[in-house]
């Protein structure tokens, strides 16, 4: 069996393609709160609303990880997600800063363009899809939420792709995932779970509510769940949400792939048969 290594450098291309899909994520969530305000009752009552945006954010998940963007970079889409990769050896340094740059730029981007719907955008109840605790809960509580949240869904991912049989499913999960910690979440904390999504729309309305909450709390969720793997000694074999075998992997890789583009050397080596 052959390995790839994580490798340091400059990947363009999988940090565009990574900013390009959360801004995608971005849009779609935005553009499905102002829909559905827009859309009168049922649609705007918050049930109806929180549903739509679930539907939205899960969707756009699965396209993206399908899509030549997703197939590119992996489609992490979160900041927490390749944090927790990065613990496990499978993303490196470079990757690490170059995705999370990328994300949180991309979601911002994102955003704005969904700005072009109106000035509806802006104003309550869609707020730019502001992610913000409920005013009846403590915000202690709202961390823990987000943590666990975060904690409960990484953990399946993370087991899906340290699988050779399962990983193929992780853009369904993941989706699935989301849209139902949207759903359970959202009227409580606002189900960030993935600081791009929660800084995003606080850079561009330029307020902050509780933002530490909708960072801090997803970091340490992936962290416990990277280091849940850990300990199990089990690591993903591949860092992406859908594997494509025809493109050059710069991260930890235990697939069949290309071992190399234009201007690009890969190291491999040898790991004993079991």
């Keep these: 069996m052959t390995v790839t290594e994580p490798r340091n450098g400059w990947h363009w291309k999988e940090w565009l ?4 899909g959360t801004a995608i994520l971005l849009f779609a969530v935005v553009t499905a709160k102002d829909l559905a305000s827009r859309a009168g009752p049922p649609l705007a009552s918050s049930p109806w609303r929180v549903a739509l945006v679930a539907v939205a954010a899960g969707a756009a998940v699965a396209t993206v990880a399908l899509s030549a963007l997703g197939r590119r970079s992996g489609a992490h889409l979160n900041p927490a997600l390749t944090f927790g990769l990065w613990l496990q050896r499978v993303a490196s340094a470079a990757d690490l800063a170059g995705y999370c740059v990328a994300q949180v730029t991309g979601g911002v981007l994102g955003v704005v363009l969904a700005g072009l719907w109106g000035p509806t955008v802006a104003r309550a109840p869609v707020d730019w899809a502001l992610v913000k605790p409920a005013p009846w809960i403590p915000l202690p509580a709202v961390a823990g939420l987000e943590g666990a ?11 899906m792709l340290a699988s050779h049989r399962h ?6 999960v993941a989706a699935a995932m989301l849209a139902t910690a949207i759903v359970v979440l959202a009227p409580v904390g606002g189900a960030g779970v993935n600081p791009a999504r929660g800084l995003a729309p606080d850079v561009v309305a330029g307020t902050y509510p509780a933002v530490w909450i909708y960072i801090a709390s997803p970091l340490l969720g992936s962290a416990l769940a990277a280091g849940a793997l850990i300990a199990t000694k089990r690591r993903p074999v591949t860092g992406k949400l859908r594997h494509d075998p025809s493109i050059p992997c710069h991260m930890r890789c235990m697939l069949s792939h290309s071992a190399s583009g234009r201007g690009t050397r890969s190291r491999w080596r040898k790991t004993p048969k079991p």
């Design 149 to 159: 949240a975060t904690l409960i869904q990484l953990s399946v991912i993370f087991l």
């Design 17 to 20: 393609a990574e900013g390009a």
């Design 167 to 172: 990983h193929r499913w992780a853009p369904a």
